[in-house]
C-alpha cells in the first residue's frame, strides 16, 4: 500500500510540474518558402461597373491567396481575394468605364507579398448608369411614379428629390431593389407644382446624373375606414373565425388580418362595402406577418372589382373590373424567397397599386385572388387603404 501511495504521490507531482511549465505556442505560419511566386497568363474580361480576372495559379506550395488592389473612387481603394483553390478575382465597385489600374499580389503562407502585377482594363457602363438612362418620372396621385429597368439586377437605391425652397434639392423618398424592372411611387405632397428629380445609387455610393421634372400630383384624399363593413355574397370566401375581413381595415399589421379557411378553390374573392361612394385613385396591400410575405397564403396576382349595387346573387353581372395586379418583390428574388427589404415593403410600407380605371364610382370592392404564393389555396391580407375622392 506505501508504494502504491509513493507512486501516485510521484505523477501528481509530475502533473502539477508539467502544468506549471510555460505553454508552447505552435505557430501556424510557415516560416520558410521565401516570396510567393506571382501569378501569369492573366486575363481580364470587363463587367457592368467592374470584371472578372482569370490567371494561373503558380506551383508553389508557400502560395496561400491571390489578392488585387484597385481605386474605384479617387482615394477610395477596394481589395479582392481568392483563395489557392480558385483561379478568379471578381473586380465590383467602378462607376465609370474610365481605365482603371489594379495591382495583384500574391500571399504566401508566412506572410510574405510578391511585386504586383499590374493590369489596367476598361469596366462596362455600370448600373447607375444604364438604369438612369431608363428612367421616367410622370406625375401620379399624392406624388411622382418612378419608371425603371434594371437588366443586370444590380442592388441599387432610386431616390427621389425635391426642390422645396428653390435653392436646395433635398431626398423625399429612397426605393432599394434588384429586380429587373418596376415602378415605384414618392407621395404626400399636394396638388400642385413641385421640381422634381430622381437618381440611381449603388452600395459604393457612386450615382449617376439626375433627372429633373416640374410636375403636379394628382388629388386623392384617404378613404376613412370608419364605415367599412363585410358583405358576405354566394361564393364569397369568409375568413377563419379568429382571422375575419373585418381585420384588413382595422389599423393593426403584421399578424392580424383576413385568413381564409382553404375550403374553396382558387380564385377567392371577398366583398367590402366602402359606406360611401368614391372614384377611387389607388390602393396599398399590406403582407400578413413573416410566414405569408412572398409565402404560403401571400397574395401574388389579383384583380379588384367595383360596384354601386351589386346583385345579392353573388355574380359578377354588376361588378366592373378596376385593375388586374401583381405583388412586387424589390429584391427580384424566385418566389419562396425574400429579404429584409422584401418584408418592408409588403408588410410595413405596403405594397403600392394604382387603379387601370379611374373615372368608375364604386361603393363595393370585390377583392379577387388569382393566385396566392404557396397554391395551398390559403389567402391572407393584414391591412387594405384606398385613395381616391368622395362623390356627393
Known amino acids: 500500500m506505501k508504494n502504491l501511495y509513493n507512486i501516485s504521490l510521484i505523477l501528481s507531482l509530475i502533473f502539477v510540474l508539467t502544468g506549471c511549465s510555460e505553454e508552447k505556442v505552435t505557430n501556424y505560419y510557415e516560416e520558410g518558402g521565401g516570396v510567393p511566386t506571382q501569378i501569369s497568363d492573366f486575363q481580364v474580361t470587363p463587367t457592368p461597373g467592374g470584371g472578372i480576372i482569370t490567371y494561373d495559379i503558380p506551383d508553389d506550395p508557400n502560395l ?15 481589395e479582392a481575394k481568392s483563395s489557392v483553390f480558385k ?15 489594379v495591382q495583384i499580389y500574391s500571399v504566401g503562407r508566412n506572410e510574405m507579398t510578391s511585386e504586383a502585377v499590374s493590369v489596367t482594363f476598361n469596366p462596362l457602363t455600370p448600373p447607375v448608369k444604364s438604369i438612369f438612362e431608363t428612367l421616367s418620372l410622370t406625375a401620379t396621385f399624392g406624388g411622382v411614379e418612378v419608371a425603371f429597368k434594371n437588366d443586370s439586377q444590380a442592388d441599387v437605391a432610386l431616390v427621389t428629390l425635391i426642390d422645396s425652397t428653390g435653392t436646395m434639392w433635398e431626398p423625399t423618398n429612397t426605393f432599394y431593389t434588384a429586380a429587373k424592372e418596376g415602378v415605384f411611387a414618392a407621395r404626400g405632397f399636394e396638388a400642385e407644382e413641385y421640381n422634381f ?44 373565425a379568429s382571422y375575419p375581413l373585418s381585420r384588413v381595415w382595422d389599423g393593426n399589421l403584421g399578424y392580424s388580418g383576413y385568413a381564409s379557411n382553404r375550403s374553396q378553390p382558387m380564385p377567392q374573392w371577398v366583398t367590402i362595402d366602402l359606406g360611401a361612394r368614391y372614384i377611387l385613385s389607388r390602393f396599398k396591400l399590406f403582407s400578413f406577418g413573416n410566414e405569408h410575405t412572398y409565402l404560403d397564403g ?49 408588410s410595413i410600407l405596403g405594397d403600392d397599386f394604382t387603379f387601370d380605371s379611374v373615372d368608375t364610382p364604386v361603393r363595393f370592392i370585390r377583392f379577387k385572388t388569382l393566385e396566392d404564393f404557396g397554391g395551398g389555396g390559403l389567402v391572407t391580407i393584414s391591412e ?3 385613395w381616391g375622392q368622395p362623390i356627393d
Do not use: C
Open 197 to 240: 428629380g430622381v437618381l440611381v445609387r449603388d452600395r459604393w455610393n457612386n450615382k449617376s446624373d439626375t433627372l429633373f421634372e416640374t410636375l403636379t400630383p394628382l388629388y386623392e384624399e384617404l378613404i376613412p375606414k370608419a364605415d367599412f363593413r363585410s358583405v358576405i355574397l354566394p361564393n364569397d370566401a369568409p375568413g377563419q
Open 384 to 386: 387594405l387603404t384606398f
Open 298 to 346: 401571400g397574395v401574388k396576382s389579383f384583380e379588384i372589382w367595383g360596384s354601386l349595387d351589386p346583385d345579392p346573387d353573388g355574380s359578377y353581372d354588376s361588378w366592373e373590373l378596376l385593375g388586374s395586379f401583381e405583388a412586387f418583390k424589390p429584391s427580384g428574388l424566385p418566389d419562396g424567397q425574400y429579404t429584409a427589404e422584401d418584408f418592408r415593403y409588403a
Open 64 to 78: 496561400l491567396y491571390v489578392k488585387a488592389v484597385y481605386e474605384i473612387q479617387p482615394d477610395v481603394f477596394r
Open 87 to 101: 483561379d478568379t478575382l471578381k473586380l465590383v465597385g467602378f462607376g465609370d468605364t474610365d481605365s482603371h489600374d
